[in-house]
């Protein structure tokens, strides 16, 4: 203050020369600006300016020195433009002195750099240092020639300074080849100015782990690690332990070991920096919340949400007081907080928390990558909680922002789009969801990234399913296996993630019938579950629900049973009945019905149908289709009313439900047609083939393999019912279809034994044999052993009409071999065939022939019938015939005897049978009388 006062007084005394005065003003300015009084310092200076300016012109040392002092002053009071010019105009003059100068000219640059860095501009600054170090480098090789030099020391520590700066600006503009180059001269000066432990190093050390942190790459981590340690040793060595470096050193290497996912380390570490921190600040200090915040990352990456949570509120509360509500750290804490609350199932607390955090990016104006990220991850936890519309629109906003910041064939464009491929699929839109997937795989095949294999893990295995719905199973096949190759190569032979491509396969081999390629890849899924489940767990039981499923249709029905029990047991025993549920007592009653346990398979049966009309109480297709497997059941039971019941309901219930597949309503009818067929009501199964006639006519079209099928079924009845006319008509136009559409079948076979069955009762016995001998050459081509009896019976009968005789017996003999081979000799059908070949033997004469087969076929009823059947007392009717011829009339008499006997039980008094073997008993009584 004095000497303030010293310099006024002395300006008001006018007693100076020009240049003197323009010296106080000069160093008036200088004593102003100690006190920090700067527009004061300001004002002397431009007084020593303008004298020095006027008098000495703009290229002298002393305006130089003015203007240099005013550029201190503009520094000192932050104003870095104003310096700016300042500088460059004293280096501008001191440079013409070099002889003189070259010292402050070199101290200058440095200020001007220093300045432009703190402008941001960078290049520029990079410039000035480079500039500033030739300057210094030419002063040292020239210390020894003028001793008015700076010594070489005091160069070489100024060098090692400006080269640390230098690293600095370098790193700004992400130059880092150059910025690593920087820092490593600046070491190595240091290095042999004070040795390896100085401080400076340890700062510049700390300087470039941080611009490797900056910098990214694979090798980031154990790079950056390595600067941290050693900025820590040097300050540990110097005594500076509990110095804030230090602690920030520590913090860093706990945050880049935290992103190594090595956590235990990592914790300790950031105990010594939470200490130091703690030492020197107050406890609401930034740098104690963002270490609280990395605790809550270690405990998160531990599976400690409570821990986590505590350390995220208490980072938050750090932050709101010392930074404010609306900083990008809250937004971080908040953001954490919701994740947390997220993978605690609190959906509502995590989506409002992440909210919070989104909008506080948006109020900052930011349109960056974290603001896409924010949005993507409020998208996440919506859909993880059930709320896929809204999950849907944030995936689209995350979407379109990636676009915007990153560009359309980012990755992280493709992340979205196959979210939102998966919300498609749980929409049901597989267009969309398929054509979101191959989106997302356009992109992911442009990009060579390390991560892009874990995008297309699930991208192909949504293509895969996605076409799997579609039926186009080639390219589901295709997809699945990429997706499994991808899985090998990243994961391993038997991850866990295996067993859901593994299933998939093996549904799509399913579909296809291929059951053994099925088997094999839901036993590699079961396989796995084994090793990271263990046997007997859930994941291992809805494996083998799958093996089951296959077993079911490869007919190994008692294991498959077994199986099925077992899921229930495993996965279902005391928890609320679901569609699930339903579904395994479907196929569990199914499979019981294979076995002919009946009782069984109407229970388990029952049991889906009651889950399923307990959780839908609308029609239900699935309801409908239990209980037209629950008829079919009760129809192989033996108990058609009961069958006949339930298809009844399973139609009501189609019939109610809109667009009902046409196919599942014709096959109720068909069934019912079977059923009533079976019961001899010809009219009631005419009606039911008739329906489902009308369905195929107006759906698959009137020339349909269905039609032609049904059309064969509606002349059967019309053939049971006498109308054999419509009956023909049917079976012709069956056959008509059937030789259009396809090859030779064994239906055509039958058909055409039909209509040679009506030609025959029209006594055209020609045509007759021309079409049951057809019909006999496709049965022998296409049918069973049974079937190609039956047409030889039929064959045989017709020629036995035409009178045709010993060709009708070769037919029936060719049909008895048939029988014993495919049934054995025991059985009724050999019984049947000895019993008309006999009646044909009698009518060629050949009584003892007839008496053999007659003979054969009565033991084969009565092993197979018993004593009191029809069959018996016809082939005792016969045999008693041949008696009478032979004149043996006791034996006649006998075999009448007992015929009558068993037709009397069997029939009505005057059934045509109980008179003929009446009369016979009463014919062959009156001849043993008159013999007597």
């Known amino acids: 203050k004095k000497a303030i006062t010293s310099y006024l007084e002395c300006i008001d005394a006018k007693e100076w020369e020009t240049k003197q005065l323009a010296t106080i003003h000069n160093d008036l300015g200088k004593v102003y600006g100690k006190v920090r009084k700067f527009d004061k310092s300001i004002e002397s200076f431009i007084h020593a300016l303008r004298i020095r300016k006027t008098e000495l012109g703009n290229n002298s040392l002393d305006y130089g020195h003015s203007v240099y002092n005013l550029a201190e002053v503009h520094m000192a009071n932050d104003k870095h433009d ?33 300045t432009l860095h703190s402008l941001n501009e960078h290049e520029a600054a990079v410039s000035d240092f480079e500039e500033c170090i030739e300057l210094l480098n030419a002063l040292e090789s020239n210390e020894n020639e003028d001793s008015s030099q700076v010594t070489s020391s005091a160069c070489n520590e100024q060098a090692g300074r400006v080269n640390n700066k230098m690293g600095h600006a370098f790193a700004k503009l992400s130059e880092y080849e150059e910025a690593f180059d920087s820092y490593r001269e600046a070491i190595s000066i240091f290095s042999t100015l004070s040795g390896n432990d100085d401080l400076r190093i340890a700062d510049i050390m700390y300087d470039v782990g941080d611009l490797f942190v900056s910098q990214g790459g694979d090798d980031i981590c154990e790079k950056s690690i390595q600067f941290f340690s050693e900025a820590i040793r040097i300050y540990v060595l110097q005594g500076k332990e509990k110095d804030m470096k230090v602690a920030n050193a520590l913090y860093q290497k706990s945050t880049l070991l935290a992103d190594c996912s090595e956590n235990d380390e990592a914790s300790s570490l950031l105990d010594d920096a939470l200490e130091i921190y703690k030492e020197l600040l107050n406890d609401d200090a930034v740098e104690i919340g963002k270490a609280m915040l990395l605790y809550g990352r270690l405990f998160d990456a531990q599976g400690k949400n409570d821990e986590a949570m505590t350390a995220f509120e208490e980072a938050l509360r750090i932050f709101r007081i010392s930074l404010g509500e609306d900083d990008i750290n809250v937004s971080l804490a908040l953001s954490n907080i919701g994740i947390i609350h997220a993978r605690k199932l609190e959906y509502a ?14 109020l900052r104006g930011e349109q960056d990558q974290d603001i896409a990220d924010s949005v993507f991850n409020i998208a996440n936890i919506l859909n993880d909680w059930g709320e ?35 919300i498609y699929w749980d929409r049901g839109d597989v267009d969309r969801s398929l054509q979101s997937f191959i989106d997302a795989l356009s992109i992911c095949e442009q990009d060579d990234g390390d991560d892009v294999s874990s995008i297309l893990i699930p991208v192909y295995r949504g293509i895969g399913d996605c076409y799997y719905k579609k039926e186009e199973y080639e390219e589901a096949l295709e997809n699945f296996a990429k997706c499994i190759r991808i899985q090998k190569l990243e994961l391993g032979d038997d991850c866990i993630e295996m067993t859901a491509p593994y299933n998939s396969i093996g549904l799509i081999y399913q579909k296809e019938q291929k059951y053994e390629s099925a088997m094999s890849f839901h036993v590699k899924a079961h396989q796995i579950n084994e090793k990271h489940h263990g046997k007997g767990s859930k994941e291992c039981a809805s494996s083998d629900f799958q093996i089951a499923k296959v077993l079911l249709a490869t007919h190994k029905y008692e ?6 029990r077992n899921h229930l047991e495993v996965c279902y025993e005391g928890s609320d009945d679901n569609k699930e549920v339903a579904e395994v007592y479907h196929l569990l009653g199914l499979a019981q019905s294979k076995v002919e346990e009946y009782e069984e398979s109407v229970n388990s049966l029952n049991k889906a149908l009651n889950i399923r009309q307990t959780l839908c109480r609308n029609p239900d297709l699935k309801i409908a289709e239990t209980m037209l497997d629950l008829g079919k059941v009760f129809g192989e039971w033996g108990d058609s009313d009961e069958a006949i019941t339930v298809y009844d309901q399973a139609i009501t219930i189609f019939r109610k439900i809109p667009d009902t597949d046409f196919r599942a309503i014709a096959s109720a009818y068909s069934r019912l047609g079977a059923l009533f067929e079976k019961k001899g009501n010809c009219e009631a199964s005419l009606h039911s083939w008739k329906k489902a006639l009308k369905l195929h006519n107006s759906n698959s079209g009137s020339d349909s393999i269905a039609v032609g099928e ?29 030789r259009s559409k396809t090859e030779d079948s064994e239906m055509i076979g039958q058909a055409l034994g039909f209509i040679g069955k009506s030609y025959a009762r029209k006594k055209q016995y020609a045509k007759a044999v021309e079409l049951s001998t057809e019909s006999l050459r496709l049965q022998k081509e296409f049918a069973d052993a049974g079937c190609i009896a039956e047409s030889l019976v039929e064959l045989g009968n017709i020629l036995k009409a035409w009178g045709k005789t010993v060709q009708s017996i070769q037919f029936f003999e060719e049909a008895l071999r048939t029988y014993e081979e495919a049934f054995g000799s025991d059985a009724v059908e050999v019984a049947n065939c000895r019993q008309n070949i006999g009646v ?71 059934h045509l049978d109980v008179l003929a073997a009446q009369r016979y008993v009463n014919l062959m009584s009156k001849k043993m009388k008159s013999l007597q």
């Not at 607390?349 to 948006?362: D, E, G, P, Q, W």
Request: glycine share 8%; hydrophobic share 35%; proline share 1%.
């Open 559 to 564: 294991e498959c049973i077994g199986r099925f």
């Open 82 to 114: 104003q310096a700016l010019n300042c500088l460059t105009e004293a280096i501008r003059v001191y440079k013409l002195f070099p002889d003189e100068m070259s010292e402050k000219t070199a101290t200058i640059l440095e200020m001007k750099g220093n």
């Open 840 to 910: 044909l033997y009698n009518q060629l004469g050949n009584s003892d022939m007839a008496l053999s087969y007659f003979g054969e076929a009565l033991q084969g009823y009565r092993n197979k019938e018993g004593d009191e059947s029809l069959n018996v007392a016809n082939s005792l009717f016969q045999i008693g015939r041949i008696y009478d011829s032979y004149g043996k009339k006791e034996k006649s008499l006998k075999c009448f005897e007992e015929s009558l006997k068993i037709r009397k039980g069997m029939l009505c008094d005057d």
């Open 710 to 738: 049904i059309l064969f079924h509606i002349g059967k009845s019309y053939d049971q019912l006498g109308n054999f006319d419509k009956s023909v008509g049917c079976f012709s136009e069956a056959v008509k279809i059937f």
């Open 349 to 362: 607390k995590a989506v409002a928390k992440c909210k919070m955090a989104l909008k506080i990016r948006v």
């Open 388 to 422: 896929e519309d809204e999950a849907y629109q944030y995936f689209q906003q995350s979407m379109k922002l990636y676009i915007k910041i990153l560009g359309e064939k980012d990755i992280s464009v493709a992340i979205c789009l196959q979210k939102m491929g998966v």
